[in-house]
C-alpha cells in the first residue's frame, strides 16, 4: 500500500513547479498554465485525505475538490478572457508590459 | 515494492516531467499540450485513489474544457507566441529559488506531522463511492448550498468572460 506521504511529497513537488511557472513565466497564458499546476496539486491532497482519512463515506474531501474544479474553470474563463481583451487593445501578453495600473 | 507503489512512482514521474516541460516549454502550444499530459497523470492518480468521479471529471472539465481553452486562447494571441525574447522573465532565477524553498520547506515540514506513514484503510464492502458523492452534493444535510453556490460562480464567470472579451466594433 501506498503510505500518505508519498501523495503529500508528490503533491508539494506538483505546486513548487506550479509556483515556478507563476513567479517566473514573461507570458500572461503560461502564468495562467502555472496556477492549474497549483490547483491541481491541492485536489490531489484532498482527494488523498479523503481516501486515508478514519471514514471514507464522510464525502468532505472529493466534495471540497469538486469545488475547486468550479472555481478553477471560472477563474480560467475570466483570466484567459482578460488576456485576449488586453491583447486586442495593447498587442501585448508580456505581463512585464501591461502596467497602465502600475504607479 | 509493491505493484501499487510501482504504479504510483511511475505517475508521480510522468506527471512531474510533464509538469516541468509546461513551466520551461518555450512554445506555448507545446506547453499546453504538457499541461494535457500532467492532467492526465492527476487523473490517474484519482483512479489509483479509488475517486473514480474525480477522474473521469478531471479528463471531462480539464483536459476537454480547460485545456482546449488555453490552447485557443495561445492561438488567439499567436504573434507574442513566438516571443522571440526569453521566456522567462529576469527574476526567474527568485521565483526558481522560492519554489526550491517551498518545496524544502513543505518536506521537512511533513516529515515532523504523525499521520505522514498511514496507510488506507480497505474500503468497505459494498462502499459506492460515487453514489456517497451524489448523496453528499444534493442532500440539505450535506453540502447542497456550496454546490449551488458554485453553479452560480459559473454562471457569473460564463457572463464575464463574455462580456470582458466581447469585442465591441
Do not use: C
Amino acid at each position: 500500500m501506498v503510505p500518505l506521504s508519498w501523495y503529500l511529497i508528490f503533491a508539494a513537488a506538483l505546486f513548487s513547479i506550479g509556483l515556478f511557472g507563476v513567479l517566473s513565466r514573461r507570458n500572461a497564458v503560461a502564468i495562467l498554465l502555472g496556477i492549474e499546476l497549483m490547483l491541481n496539486s491541492v485536489n490531489i491532497n484532498l482527494a488523498a485525505f479523503w481516501r486515508y482519512g478514519d471514514d471514507v463515506s464522510v464525502m468532505a474531501g472529493q466534495v471540497f475538490a469538486i469545488i475547486v474544479f468550479a472555481v478553477a474553470a471560472a477563474e480560467v474563463a475570466v483570466g484567459l478572457a482578460l488576456v485576449i481583451s488586453v491583447y486586442r487593445r495593447r498587442n501585448t501578453v508580456i505581463a512585464d508590459n501591461i502596467d497602465m495600473m502600475k504607479w | 515494492m509493491t505493484g501499487e507503489q510501482i504504479t504510483f512512482l511511475a505517475v508521480a514521474l510522468f506527471t512531474l516531467g510533464s509538469g516541468f516541460m509546461v513551466v520551461t516549454s518555450g512554445n506555448l502550444v507545446h506547453a499546453a499540450l504538457w499541461l494535457v499530459s500532467t492532467l492526465f497523470g492527476v487523473a490517474v492518480t484519482y483512479a489509483v485513489l479509488d475517486a473514480s468521479f474525480l477522474a473521469v471529471v478531471q479528463v471531462v472539465v480539464y483536459i476537454g474544457a480547460i485545456a482546449i481553452l488555453f490552447i485557443f486562447a495561445v492561438m488567439l494571441t499567436r504573434k507574442d507566441m513566438r516571443d522571440q525574447g526569453p521566456q522567462m522573465n529576469k527574476n526567474w532565477w527568485f521565483g526558481a529559488a522560492l519554489a526550491v524553498l517551498t518545496f524544502v520547506g513543505l518536506f521537512f515540514l511533513l516529515q515532523g506531522w504523525s499521520g505522514m506513514s498511514t496507510t488506507a484503510t480497505a474500503l468497505p464492502s459494498g462502499f459506492d463511492a460515487v453514489a456517497g458523492l451524489g448523496d453528499a452534493l444534493t442532500s440539505p444535510a450535506g453540502y447542497v448550498l456550496p454546490f449551488e453556490v458554485a453553479s452560480v460562480l459559473l454562471v457569473a464567470a460564463l457572463v464575464g468572460a463574455v462580456y470582458v472579451a466581447f469585442n465591441r466594433k
